[in-house]
């Protein structure tokens, strides 16, 4: 490809997706020479056919505005004759060139065989951390002025403007990257990879200085690191508690609100007056608990007052959120809005664990493995370009399509040397924590904090801890506590061990030994770790099967099932089995011992070795580990059994099959009882609790005991509802709801939604209980034709795709309605017309038959509690409080809550329930059928409303 060539940028709008009966309705090409666009071309084609509805809505086109134009056929030679001799570029050109192509072929015209080029896997290997990759994402990601949306005339000309970027990012593009890139065996739509060769030409040609901000580092391209400069020690720094304070300080970039510097002033307040006095404390004693509504900028609220205070004291502040978003979103907070009114500098780093960063030495020798997949060589390829702009080598930053895990787990492997790897002091998980040591904001998510709650912050100075969304935290404990021992899957890592040992294709460790120093030895003391090892695995499996299960007297057919352990049982197991056990803790640890030897060795012997020979050792170290995993989790069980003999649960499962049967034994913690008094509160200051949905009633006890919070030294503090609720929403209860238990529930459940859908047609969010119950009613709404019948999309989780791509579409697509569990409960922010309905199928309580539930439901009787209203109602309300807050997101937003569970009008508990909505959203009770009519007249009145202030 050369300056002369002439690119044909063409984009198609069709009556349907399929080439088979589909027909071409507009057709636009825009030129491109030299990265100009020189030309462009467009008509609108009349198909002959009706468009369909949903097509016009798609793309604007009307049947009458093709009602005179020109038949494909009066317009085909052309056509024809304009792309002849240049070369096809698409955005996804497997579909717009075949479909023309066919059209063509349809008139007798010989089809297009010229070269062509796909915009989409360009785009995706060159911006690796784009948010998506439709043409509308892309475009507005870039800059690029995309007037409209799904019309050719647009669509080719914003096409056209991202081809130019692409040439120009490719050739940006270090020759040391560009060459790499060329030597993986990768796999592009047609001729799309000649861009990336003509690049590697280019630079060849003309070879360009390497960026000031890159470096490279035996072949990789890398973004250079420099330590932090040192904070300035200011100490000299004072609160801006009064009102006219925060407006200079906030200035034209904040906005001033008075419930949000009210919580700034508790912060302060809290932690200002008697400082050395609180690190002097009681775990859990002196907690600051704040329930901040939804709305009210609690981020800031909190960052800013903590801020002056770690400044004042020279303290750390940790910051623990559930999730990774929420991480990198008060990260930007922290890095953009309070530094850009702060009077000091103020940082924040967002830590997390090792599998979460690329190890260069592990991907370096990855460039030289064909795993034999287009798709992992693909991942290579966006890692390549992604090293020349990331600072932090964290894959969350990637947009990766459906990345294996086992894959990026090696990718995150560290170096079998990591001194000899040339990367060593360049490796991104050390720069995480070099930046950590210089920042006042330390952010982790929650299960971060409940592993690594002891190497937090300076170990000379309490640091500050605050807990965002702590409601979740117990759970991310008790969730990161929950192990599986599968002996099965054990055994067979053992036996992995054996075959990469001596297995007689391609390269195996023993071979490698025999040129190692010492290497016979090894190879003994490996082989009789691994034997010890394959001996004992199983005897314990089949003491574990005879004790426990072999006098079931219920007859098991194939399939799973689960069996509880007494605890007394277990506990008496393992000293009968200590002798066992022990072997194989010694065998592990032998097998550890040598591996060790093993690699200092071979640090020694670096470049004697082949890729294929460093993969193998790699292969070896990973199985190893999975070995060792299975051991600590072996571990971990008895530890529980000692540290936390009633808080902890354990179950055998079986599975029957052909192959015969397989045990795992499934346990952990059952409840977090004195787990933070003991291993979290004393590495920190008394915790800051805050969230959206703290309190189950007025009266509950349920947050305290769970976070281990002493209640009577807590300072409590409860903010009222931001959110004008009482005109922005409103929750309908229906009172002829069939119950949830009944045969006929499914059925009930399509109906009425049917009914909804038929005179609501605004996005929304269905909630459900269970991933199976989804899955019926969505067939049932399929049959009925619902998605058809009003011009509807219908997604659901974990059938039409994952809950990020749903996410996505419900931001950019209007007409959406997600049938949702789990996750869709939660950290969902759809404002607007995002979201402007939530359906809720089905009180928010845990499954009843689990045994976890069943355990702890004893743990409270054994206490004198009640199960129900000490634990499964608490729960309830919290999930349903998040449920509702999914509807209102910003003060001009609205929208209604359909609740489909008769249970909380009739049962005692639902006026707790109710109780704990939004103390202004009305609730109306209606009948099932009444729903639809209801909904109808409410997005009138508001639509006409948003139409009148607009």
């Known amino acids: 490809m050369q300056k002369k060539d002439i690119y044909a940028v063409v984009d198609l709008e069709t009556t349907k997706t399929s080439q088979d009966d589909g027909h071409i309705i507009q057709i636009a090409i825009a030129f491109v020479q030299n990265k100009t666009i020189i030309n462009q071309f467009s008509t609108m084609i009349n198909p002959g056919t009706n468009i369909p509805r949903h097509i016009t809505q798609l793309t604007g086109i009307t049947n009458g505005m093709v009602k005179h134009a020109p038949y494909f056929e009066e317009v085909a030679q052309t056509i024809h004759a304009m792309l002849q001799g240049t070369i096809f570029v698409a955005h996804n050109v497997n579909f717009d060139l075949p ?62 403007e991202l081809f130019i ?106 932690y200002d007056q008697a400082d050395n006095d609180l690190s002097q404390k009681a775990p859990g004693t002196d907690a600051l608990v704040i329930e901040a509504p939804t709305g009210m900028g609690k981020t800031l609220g909190y960052t800013l007052p ?18 990774i978003t929420l991480q990198n979103q008060v990260v930007q907070v922290i890095n953009q ?141 008790v969730q990161q506590s929950r192990r599986q021992l599968n002996f099965n899957r054990w055994f067979d890592d053992v036996n ?69 352990v007494d605890l007394h049982e277990l506990a008496q197991f393992w000293v009968e089995q200590a002798g066992r056990v022990q072997k194989i803790h010694q065998g592990i640890a032998d097998l550890q011992t040598c591996l060790n030897d093993f690699l200092d060795e071979f640090s020694q012997l670096k470049h004697v070795f082949s890729v294929d020979e460093r993969q193998t050792i790699a292969d070896f170290r990973r199985c190893l580990n999975l070995i060792a995993n299975s051991e600590h989790s072996l571990t971990v069980f008895q530890q529980d059994l000692v540290e936390f003999p009633e808080a902890s649960v ?104 049917a009914d909804i859908l038929e005179h609501v047609h605004e996005n929304t969010l269905i909630l459900f209980n269970s991933l199976e119950t989804i899955q019926q009613v969505y067939q049932q709404l399929q049959k009925m034709n619902v998605a058809n019948k009003n011009q509807l999309t219908i997604l659901v989780q974990g059938i039409t795709g994952s809950h990020g791509r749903i996410l996505k579409r419900m931001q950019n697509e209007q007409g959406i309605i997600t049938l949702g569990a789990n996750s869709f409960w939660e950290g969902v922010d759809l404002p607007a017309e995002q979201l402007r309905l939530v359906i809720i199928t089905r009180l928010p309580f845990d499954q009843p038959n689990s045994i976890p539930q069943k355990a702890e439901e004893a743990f409270l009787r054994a206490q004198g509690r009640q199960p129900f209203y000490q634990s499964t109602l608490p729960k309830a309300v919290l999930r349903l409080r998040q449920g509702v807050g999914r509807l209102i997101r910003t003060p001009t937003d609205y929208g209604a809550v359909v609740m489909l569970d008769v249970r909380m009008l009739e049962k005692p508990y639902g006026k707790t329930l109710r109780n704990m909505l939004p103390k202004t959203m009305p609730q109306v009770v209606r009948a099932s059928q009444a729903v639809g009519p209801e909904l109808a007249q409410f997005f009138k009145q508001h639509d006409e409303k948003q139409h009148h202030l607009d």
């Not at 009789?528 to 199983?538: C, D, G, N, T």
Request: proline share 6%; aromatic share 10%.
């Open 650 to 753: 354990f179950w055998l499962t079986q599975n029957l099959d052909q192959e015969g049967q397989h045990l795992k034994l499934s346990g952990g913690l059952l409840h977090t009882v004195d787990y933070f008094k003991t291993r979290v509160y004393p590495h920190f200051m008394p915790v800051t609790l805050i969230g959206a949905t703290l309190f189950t009633s007025n009266k509950s006890n349920y947050l305290y005991d769970r976070l281990n919070i002493d209640r009577s030294t807590a300072e409590v503090h409860t903010f009222n509802d931001v959110f004008d609720y009482a005109n922005q929403s409103e929750f309908i209860l229906v009172n002829d709801a069939v119950n949830p238990t009944d045969s006929g529930y499914v059925d009930y459940l399509s109906r009425t939604i």
């Open 306 to 323: 903590y801020a002056y205070l770690a400044q004042k004291n020279r303290k750390q502040v940790v910051v623990s959120v559930p999730t």
């Open 165 to 270: 970027s692409i040439l120009n990012r490719a050739q940006s593009l270090p020759m040391v990257t560009l060459q790499s890139l060329t030597d993986l065996p990768l796999v592009l739509p047609r001729q799309s990879k000649q861009v990336l060769v003509d690049a590697l030409r280019l630079n060849r040609e003309k070879p360009q200085p390497l960026a000031h901000n890159l470096q490279v580092i035996d072949g990789l391209a890398i973004r250079r690191f420099s330590a932090p400069a040192p904070l300035v020690d200011d100490q000299n720094v004072t609160y801006p508690a009064k009102p006219s304070q925060k407006k200079q300080l906030f200035g034209d970039t904040l906005t001033y609100r008075d419930e949000q510097a009210k919580l700034m002033n508790f912060v302060d307040h809290h």
């Open 496 to 564: 992995e061990a054996q075959f990469l040992f001596d297995r007689s294709a391609n390269v195996n460790i023993q071979t490698i030994l025999t040129r190692i120093p010492g290497g016979r030895k090894l190879k003994n003391r490996f082989l009789e770790s691994i034997h010890q090892l394959q001996a004992e695995i199983p005897q314990l499996e089949t003491k574990l099967y005879r004790r426990f299960l072999l006098n079931q007297k219920e007859v098991l057919g194939s399939g799973v099932h689960d069996f509880p």
């Open 337 to 477: 809005q309070l530094n850009a009114i702060l009077p000091f500098e103020v940082r924040a780093v967002s830590l997390k664990g090792q599998t979460h960063y690329l190890n260069l030495q592990s991907f370096k020798r990855s460039l030289n493995v064909d795993e034999g997949s287009a798709a992992l060589q693909f991942i290579k390829a966006q890692i390549l370009v992604w090293l020349t702009e990331t600072l932090t080598g964290d894959f969350d930053e990637l947009n990766l399509i459906n990345p294996q895990t086992e894959f990026m787990n090696k990718l995150s492997q560290p170096a079998n040397n990591p001194t000899g790897s040339a990367f060593y002091g360049h490796e991104f998980s050390e720069r995480q924590h070099i930046i950590a040591q210089e920042s006042q904001f330390l952010v982790v998510n929650h299960a971060y904090l409940a592993s690594y709650a002891h190497k937090l912050g300076p170990k000379n100075d309490a640091a500050y801890l605050v807990i965002d969304e702590p409601q979740h935290l117990p759970d991310a404990v």
């Open 99 to 160: 479909f023309l192509n066919i059209e063509f072929s349809r008139l007798g015209i010989t089809p297009l065989d010229s070269d062509a080029i796909d915009t989409v896997p360009l785009s995706q290997l060159l911006w690796p951390t784009a948010p998506g990759y439709r043409l509308v994402d892309i475009a507005k990601y870039l800059g690029i002025l995309h007037e409209h949306p799904h019309q050719a005339d647009s669509d080719a000309a914003t096409t056209a």
